[in-house]
């Protein structure tokens, strides 16, 4: 297959920057068309990127018959609904994170996927990102010996919106987005600690709402088990000051260790034998980009992504068991 036509539902935010200009930059790719249910803001998404359709329903972007690939780039509780019509429309699908509010569903659309011959992706964006494949270069190495156990931190402020209930916004809503700013951020450390360390075996968790904003926990804590052995910690509090905020991940081996962060990107620290080596990697301009490519290249048969249903799924059986 020559080029992949793609269409995006939810052509939001998300797409500005992040994710849509990627479709229509990269080799073999085309945007063929964008939905949005405001129909005047799906008009203005097409004619500022270019792209020759947009529509107000969905249903009429995954009918269209030369669209061969959708990108579902709604909030969390529909990402199962338009993922399952699309694959029975014989259309591939990339799926925002996280993959869908529970578990189960995410089971049933890697069983769709399956039954109607079709691919599903899963955009954890970090796995093809060159800071996070760095890191994992290094893991590999050995230089660490053997990893022992990882140690995740990520403290954040309450955003302005947080304080006054009349603009909270929906990923603090619990029918649309699922357990708020935990379903929205975590799912990427705990995806990338999968890529970097294999998949996790067991997970165990407490919840709280400690700052009391809010109905969703702001407070996370849990411990967890890799297959492999290697034993982790993580903590996430989202209404801290400002002095308290952090984002780290420190992975440590019998040979010394390497720290690194979800979404800072600060420089990844490397130490071992008494000596400390320091990495400065930048971040792409479209940040999902280097995924995407991934995506279109075995689309059409010349690659691999990293970033399938099957691990997509593995993230939301964790968070289920932290939550549960």
Not at 139 to 156: A, E, M, N
Not at 167 to 172: A, E, K, V
Request: glycine fraction near 8%; hydrophobic fraction near 40%; include cysteine.
């Amino acid at each position: 297959m020559d080029k992949i036509n793609w269409g995006i539902i939810g052509c939001g935010d998300v797409c500005e920057k992040k994710s849509g200009p990627a479709f229509y930059k990269i080799e073999g790719s085309h945007l063929e068309a964008v939905m949005r249910r405001d129909e005047a803001k799906a008009k203005d998404f097409a004619q500022r990127h270019n792209v020759p359709k947009y529509y107000a329903d969905a249903d009429d972007l995954i009918s269209d018959p030369e669209v061969q690939a959708i990108y579902v780039a709604t909030p969390p509780s529909t990402h199962k609904e338009y993922a399952l019509k699309a694959l029975r429309a014989g259309k591939s699908v990339y799926v925002e994170k996280p993959m869908a509010m529970h578990y189960a569903d995410c089971k049933e659309m890697i069983e769709v996927a399956v039954a109607e011959n079709q691919k599903l992706f899963v955009a954890f964006y970090r796995r093809a990102l060159p800071y996070f494949v760095k890191v994992k270069e290094v893991l590999d190495s050995g230089v660490l010996g053997d990893v022992l156990c990882v140690d995740v931190k990520h403290f954040k402020m309450a955003q302005p919106t947080d304080f006054d209930p009349s603009h909270h916004t929906w990923r603090i809503d619990k029918d649309i987005a699922g357990e708020g700013y935990f379903y929205d951020l975590a799912p990427h450390t705990l995806d990338i600690l999968d890529f970097l360390l294999g998949e996790i075996e067991e997970a165990r968790g407490f919840s709280a709402n400690l700052g009391k904003l809010y109905d969703v926990k702001d407070t996370i804590s849990a411990v967890l088990r890799f297959k492999s052995g290697v034993q982790g910690v993580a903590q996430w509090c989202f209404v801290v000051e400002e002095s308290s905020v952090q984002d780290s991940i420190v992975i440590t081996g019998t040979k010394g260790d390497i720290s690194f962060s979800t979404f800072a990107f600060s420089p990844v620290k490397l130490t071992f034998g008494g000596q400390s080596q320091i990495f400065e990697i930048k971040t792409p301009e479209h940040i999902q980009q280097p995924l995407i490519q991934t995506i279109v290249d075995e689309l059409r048969g010349i690659g691999k992504c990293p970033s399938t249903g099957e691990s997509g799924a593995r993230t939301s059986k964790v968070m289920d068991d932290i939550l549960r």
